[in-house]
Nanobody, 118 residues
Framework: QVQLQESGPDLVKPSQTLSLTCTVS??????????WNWIRQPPGKGLEWMGYIRYDGSTSSSPSLKSHTSISRDTSKNQFSLQLSSVTPEDTAVYYC??????????WGQGIQVTVSS
C-alpha cells in the first residue's frame, strides 16, 4: 500500500517562501509511469492542481502558478517537495500530495493546513 505524508510549516508570513515535503512509503518515486502531484484547496473553494514531478524527474506546473512554483525530489529519501515563493494570504489552503498513475489519482496524503498571515 502506498502512503504519502505531507510535512512543513503551518504558518508562513506574506512574501516568504512556503516549503512542503511529501514522504512516500510503499513505492519508489522513481517507479515507472507514476507522477507525484501537489494539489491544494483554499477555504471554501475546490481543488487546484499545482504541479507534479514524474518518475523520470521531469516536472510540470500550473500556468497560473508556474512563475513562483518549484517541485523537486530527493530519491535517496523517497521524498518530493514543493516550494511556493512570494506567498500571499490567497495561498492559504490545505495542501495535498498525491500519486497519479493509469489516468487517475491513486493515493493521497492526509493534507496539511497552511496559513499565510503576518
Amino acid at each position: 500500500q502506498v502512503q504519502l505524508q505531507e510535512s512543513g510549516p503551518d504558518l508562513v508570513k506574506p512574501s516568504q517562501t512556503l516549503s512542503l515535503t511529501c514522504t512516500v512509503s510503499g513505492a519508489s518515486i522513481t517507479t515507472n509511469n507514476n507522477a507525484w502531484n501537489w494539489i491544494r484547496q483554499p477555504p471554501g473553494k475546490g481543488l487546484e492542481w499545482m504541479g507534479y514531478i514524474r518518475y523520470d524527474g521531469s516536472t510540470s506546473s500550473s500556468p497560473s502558478l508556474k512563475s513562483h512554483t518549484s517541485i523537486s525530489r530527493d530519491t535517496s529519501k523517497n521524498q518530493f517537495s514543493l516550494q511556493l515563493s512570494s506567498v500571499t494570504p490567497e495561498d492559504t489552503a490545505v495542501y495535498y500530495c498525491a500519486r497519479w498513475s493509469d489516468y487517475s489519482y491513486k493515493d493521497w496524503g492526509q493534507g496539511i493546513q497552511v496559513t499565510v498571515s503576518s
